[in-house]
C-alpha cells in the first residue's frame, strides 16, 4: 500500500469519526431539549399544585378565594382584601413566569395559551380580578398578551 492510499483512508476514517460525533450530538441535543421540556412541564404543573394546595389547606384562605371568585368581596374588610391581593400577586407571578417562558421560546405556544387563557378567565371573570388588573402595571405586558388570546373559557370555578 503506498502513502496517498494510506492517507486517502486516514481522511475517509477522519470524516466518519466526525459524521459520528456529529450524530451523536445532535441526539444529546435532542434528548437534554426532552428533558428541558419535561422540567418546564413539571415546574408550571408544581407551581399550580402549590398554589392551589396553598389556597386550600387554611379554612380562612378556601372561603376567602370562593368569595373571590364568586365575587362575593362587597362585605371584606381591609385585611381581607389585603389578603386577596396577595393571593392575586402569587398567581399573577406564576402566570407571569410562564408567560416569559412562552416569549423566550422555552414554553410551547399550546401550554402558553391554556394557562393565559385560564388565568384572563380568572381576572377578567371577576370586579376583583379586573381591579387587579387595573391596578398592577408591573404586570402590564401580561395584561396585553391576554388581549392577543382570545375569550375561550377553560375551567370552572364555581
Keep these: 500500500m503506498n502513502w496517498d492510499a494510506l492517507g486517502a483512508l486516514a481522511e475517509l476514517a477522519g470524516a466518519l469519526s466526525v459524521l459520528g460525533t456529529l450524530i451523536y450530538l445532535a441526539k444529546q441535543i435532542k ?33 376567602l378565594t370562593h368569595r373571590m371568585f364568586i365575587e362575593n368581596d362587597a362585605e371584606m374588610d381591609p385585611i381581607e382584601r389585603f389578603r ?37 378567565q380568572v381576572w377578567e371573570g371577576t370586579q376583583v380580578g379586573r381591579d387587579f388588573m387595573r391596578d398592577n ?9 391576554f388581549d392577543e388570546l382570545g375569550d375561550k373559557k377553560m375551567s370552572r370555578f364555581d
Excluded at 396577595?86 to 398567581?91: A, D, E, F, T, V
Excluded at 423566550?104 to 395559551?113: N, Y
Excluded at 402595571?137 to 398578551?145: G, R, V
Design 84 to 120: 386577596v391581593d396577595m393571593i392575586q400577586r402569587i398567581y399573577a407571578n406564576h402566570i407571569y413566569k410562564l408567560f416569559r417562558l412562552y416569549e423566550d421560546g422555552v414554553l410551547h405556544a399550546k401550554e402558553w395559551q391554556n394557562a393565559g387563557l385560564e388565568a384572563k
Design 137 to 145: 402595571h408591573f404586570f402590564e405586558d401580561l395584561w396585553k398578551a
Design 31 to 63: 434528548d437534554n431539549s426532552k428533558l428541558l421540556s419535561t422540567s418546564i412541564y413539571e415546574t408550571a404543573m408544581e407551581g399550580y399544585n402549590n398554589i392551589n394546595k396553598w389556597s386550600i389547606g387554611d379554612p380562612d384562605l378556601v372561603l
